[in-house]
């Protein structure tokens, strides 16, 4: 079957880098993406990784390894704003995503 | 885990026709169910709230009579896109709501890939 692992919930510390991987196992791959999702609004997309290697976009950064069906996504310089979850999804063979359950990030002063 | 299906998952249609895209949550009940449309590299564009046995609350600028949404049981919610035209080609997603006392958890569906030609 199709499966997208994540970690449940996370916890860091304001100002510091935290790393939220994301591994899968789908059928195809046409594309991962990563969101924020602040419960009661519509997730934001943060990175969309098609290609092997490192997407940086100012504090975030995902990284992807087709090969080894995994990728993270990087968080520095964490601010109280950064609490969220954040989804991990696959766009599989059949151009379908994938969802992961999300991992919830607590910020912490 | 909790699992929505969509259905069709890729549909091609004709501008002027409609198309109706099916939400399922398969093994829970969902009170709240929420229709989501996406542009490549973009974030999800929330265009309603459906809540079972009631109107949809759509977002500002969203046609609700353009996007029908009704949510018929607390498994089901569809939307149909009415005289659709190709603007409206795009990647609609839903996601149902599952109530966890004050919090809740939110699960989404695999997308639907609307073509209107």
Redesign the interface.
Same mark, same amino acid.
């Given at each position: 079957g199709q499966n997208i692992d994540q970690p449940t919930e996370m916890t860091a510390t304001e100002g510091a880098i935290v790393q939220i991987n994301c591994t899968y196992q789908t059928s195809g791959f046409n594309g991962l993406f990563w969101y924020q999702h602040h419960a009661g609004e519509a997730p934001t997309f943060l990175s969309n990784n098609v290609l092997d290697g490192l997407e940086e976009k100012g504090r975030f950064s995902s990284f992807l390894s087709r090969s080894k069906g995994y990728s993270y996504l990087l968080l520095k310089e964490l601010q109280m704003k950064d609490s969220a979850s954040y989804l991990c999804a696959v766009l599989d063979s059949n151009y379908q995503l994938i969802w992961g359950a999300g991992t919830k990030l607590i910020i912490k002063p | !885990?909790a699992v929505v299906s969509q259905h069709p998952?890729?549909v091609i249609c004709k501008s002027g026709t409609s198309v109706k895209i099916e939400c399922r949550s398969l093994d829970f009940q969902a009170t709240t169910m929420?229709w /989501?449309r996406?542009f490549p590299?973009?974030?999800?564009?929330?265009m309603a709230t459906s809540n079972e046995g009631s109107k949809a609350t759509y977002e500002q600028g969203v046609e609700k009579d353009k996007f029908l949404i009704n949510h018929a049981s607390l498994t089901l919610s569809t939307l149909t896109v009415t005289s659709a035209h190709p603007e409206d080609s795009s990647f609609y997603?839903c996601s149902a709501r599952v109530d966890q006392g004050a919090?809740?958890e939110? /699960?989404? !569906?695999? !997308?639907t890939?609307l073509t209107v030609t």
């Open positions: - | !885990g998952s890729w929420f /989501y996406q590299k973009q974030s999800l564009m929330l997603i919090a809740y939110q /699960y989404f !569906g695999p !997308g890939r």
